[in-house]
C-alpha cells in the first residue's frame, strides 16, 4: 500500500522542526502572559469548586459516623441542606470558570491565529515556492486549534489537578498514614506508564500532523485543478490518490487512539488497585477497631478525589502532546524569517520617484546549483520602456520579480532614483510600482472591489474612469450587475482578454511611476487585442515601464530591447539599432509572418539543428 508515501517524517513540505514540550509551553505561555488576570481569575474559580467538592467526603463521614447514630433527623436535614449548598457553590463557580476560561482562551488563540496569519504574509515568496498552501491551511487552522485545546483544560485543570492532588494527599495522610501509604503504591507505576506515553506520543502525533496536511494540500491543489481533473478524465486517479492520503490520515489518528486506548485504561486499572489495597487494608482496621466506618466511606472518597485528577493529568498529557505537534508547526511559521527584516531602520522611498532604475552587475539564483540570471546590467531612465525578449525559461519574469523585492539578488544591486532598493523599505518600493501580470489574479469578489484594490480609496468616478481608461466599460455594462457582478475565484466567470483590462485598470488606479508588465501569451481575437493594447499605452504613458514583451508589435516601440537568452543579455538597443547589429533580434524580426516573438525562436532554434 502506498499509504505512507507522502509521509516520510522529514518532508520538508509537511514537517517542522522539532521542538521540546518545554519549549512548546513556555512559548504557549507567552500568550497567556497578556491575560494573567483571566487565567488567574479561572484557576481562582476552579480552586473554590474543588474546595467545596472536599465538603461531600467530609459530610458523608459526619453523617454515617455521627448523625446516624444519634437518630436524630433534624441533624440530618441541617447537613444535607449543607452539603446541597456545598454542590450548588462548586457547580455555579464552575460555571464562571469555563465563562471566563472560554474567553480567555478564545483571545488568545485569536492572538496566535493573526500572528501567523500576519508573519504568513509578510514572508518572501520564496517560502511558498517550497510549500504548500493546503499544509500552511492546516497549520493555522488546525493546528493553532490543536494548541487552543490544550489551553482550555491545561492552563486551569493543571493548576487545579495539581493542587487538589496536593491538597487531598495532605487530608489523606493527616486522617490515616497507612492508608495513604497503601494508595501511593500504584504511583510509581503510574509515573512510568505517564513518561512511556510522553516519550512515544509525539512521533505519532507528528506524523499524523504531517497526514493531515498531506490530505489537505492533495484537497485544496484538486479544488484549484477541478477544471483539469475534468478535462483529462482522472477522476478516478484522484480518488486513489484522495484515498491514499486519507488512509494515511485514518492510520496515523488509530495509531494515536490505540496507544491512548491502551493507556487510558491500564493507568485506571492501576489506580483501582490501589483503592483496592486500601478497602483491604481499610476494612482490617475497622474489624480491630482502629477505625470508624465513616472515616474509611470518607477516605475512600477523598481517594477518588486523588485519583480523579491523576487521570485528568494523563489526559492533558496526551493533549499536551498533540498541542507540541501542533505548535511546532505553528511556530515554525512565526519564527520564519519576513522578508526584509527591521524594516523600520531602511530609508523609504519618496512616495513618487522619478523612476529611473538601474541594474548593476545583477546576479540570481533560486537555488545554489543553477544560477539563473547572470551579470545584468541597464539603466532605465524616467518614462522609458524597456522590453525584455528572450526565449521561454530565459530569465524574464525572474529578472523582473527582483524590482518590487519579491527575491533578493545575489550579487550587484538594483538603484531607483539612485537609491539601492535592498536598503529601502518594501513597502515604500511596492507603492512605486505597478504590476499587470501574466496570468492577472483576482479576488472572488466583485468588479469594483477587483479594480479598486489599486486604490482602496478611490471614489466612484475615479473607478469608472480607470474602467473606461482600461476599455472594461464595454464589458462591465453588459455584467447582469454591472461594476458589482461578482466576478468568482480567481475571475473564472471573465474571460482572459477581461480579467486583463480589469487588472490594466487596476494599475491605472494605483498610479505607480514604475510599471512592470508581463505581457499575456494567450491570444484573444484581434478587436479584444487591439482594446488591450490600447489600454495599455494609456497605462504606460508617462511611467517607466518594463514590459516582457511576446508581440512584435509592441516591442518595436520600446526605447530599449533588451535580448535575454540563459539569464544573460546578449543583445541590447531600440528596434532599429538591433536591426542594424545583425545579431540574433534582427533574424527574428526578419522572419515574416510572426505576431509572437517566440515562434520567430523556435523557428531559429529548429533552423539550427
Ligand atoms: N520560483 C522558482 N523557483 C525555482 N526556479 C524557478 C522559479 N521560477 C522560475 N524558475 C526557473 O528560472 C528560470 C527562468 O524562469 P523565468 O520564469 O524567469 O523565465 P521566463 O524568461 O520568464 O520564461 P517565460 O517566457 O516562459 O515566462 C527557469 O529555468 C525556471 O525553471
Ligand atoms: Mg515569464
Known sequence: MSSNEYLTENDPMFSAKKRTTSEIIRRVSSYLWPYKGLALATIACAVVSLLCAFAFPRLTQYIIDDVINTGDTSQLDIAILILIAAFFLRDFFNSIRIQVNNYFEQNVVFDMRREVYARL??????????????????????????????????????????????????????????????????IPILIIGAMWYTLTAHKRYRKQRQAASAMNSLLMDNLQGVREIKAFGKEKHEDSRFTDRAEAMRQGTL??????????????????????????????????????????????????????????????NQMLQSARAGGERVFDIIDATEERENFEGLNPLPNKVRGEVKYDEVHFNYSKDKSTLKNISFLAKPGQMIALVGPTGAGKTTLINLLPGFYETNQGDITIDGQNIAKTSLESLRKNISTVSQEPFLFNGSVR???????????????????????????????????????????????????????????????????????????????????????????MSGRTSFVIAHRLSTIRNADQILVLKSGSIIERGSHDELIKQQGLYSRLARIQNTTFIEEGFERLESDNK
Not at 280 to 294: E, H, K, R
Request: net charge negative; charged share 20%; hydrophobic share 45%.
Open 449 to 539: 472591489e477587483n479594480i479598486s484594490y489599486g486604490n482602496l480609496n478611490a471614489s466612484q468616478n475615479e473607478i469608472i474612469a480607470a474602467a473606461k481608461a482600461a476599455n472594461c466599460d464595454n464589458f462591465i455594462n453588459e455584467l447582469p450587475e454591472g461594476l458589482d457582478t461578482k466576478v468568482g475565484e480567481r475571475g473564472v466567470r471573465l474571460s482572459v482578454g477581461e480579467k486583463q483590462r480589469i487588472s490594466i485598470a487596476r494599475a491605472l488606479l494605483k498610479d505607480s511611476p514604475i510599471l512592470i508588465l508581463d505581457e499575456a501569451t494567450a491570444s484573444v481575437d484581434t478587436a479584444t487585442e487591439r482594446l488591450i493594447q490600447q489600454a495599455l499605452e494609456r497605462l
Open 255 to 316: 495509531t494515536i487512539m490505540r496507544a491512548w486506548a491502551f493507556y487510558n485504561p491500564s493507568m485506571s486499572f492501576v489506580a483501582a488497585t490501589g483503592t483496592g489495597l486500601v478497602l483491604w487494608i481499610g476494612g482490617g482496621q475497622i474489624m480491630n477497631d482502629q477505625m470508624s466506618v465513616g472515616e474509611l466511606v470518607a477516605f475512600l472518597f477523598y481517594l477518588a478525589l486523588f485519583y480523579d485528577p491523576i487521570s485528568k493529568l494523563h489526559g492533558l
Open 121 to 186: 504574509q509578510r514572508l518572501p515568496l520564496q517560502y511558498y515556492d517550497t510549500r504548500a498552501s493546503g499544509d500552511l491551511m492546516t497549520r493555522v487552522i488546525e493546528d493553532v486549534n490543536a494548541v487552543e485545546r490544550l489551553l482550555i483544560d491545561g492552563t486551569e485543570q493543571g493548576t487545579v489537578s495539581i493542587i487538589s492532588i496536593l491538597g487531598v494527599l495532605t487530608i489523606l495522610f493527616a486522617t490515616n498514614p497507612i492508608l495513604a501509604g497503601a494508595a501511593m503504591i500504584p
